[in-house]
């Protein structure tokens, strides 16, 4: 099965959806405490940055806040 799609086990979004969301989530100023400072999607303000990754993951089993950040090889 292509990871690409959401069709994935589990998958809520598609991969393409939670890039687009994540280049969107790119653009929200965070604190110095890792909090948003504005709202993002249903998110209040003041939300940790990393409740919004794990958000990320729970939704396609696919997406890897990781590999989004930089942090993993790309291909794999």
């Known amino acids: 099965m292509n990871q690409e799609n959401c069709n994935a086990a589990g998958a809520n979004y598609s991969l393409q959806r939670l890039n ?6 790119s653009d929200v100023p965070i604190d110095e405490d890792g909090k948003t400072e504005d709202l993002f999607l249903h998110f209040d303000v003041g939300v940790p940055r990393g409740e919004i990754w794990h958000w990320f ?3 396609n089993p696919a997406f890897n806040v990781a590999k989004m950040l930089g942090l993993t090889e790309q291909s794999e």
């Open 20 to 25: 687009a969301m994540w280049s969107v989530l």
């Open 57 to 59: 993951q729970d939704q």
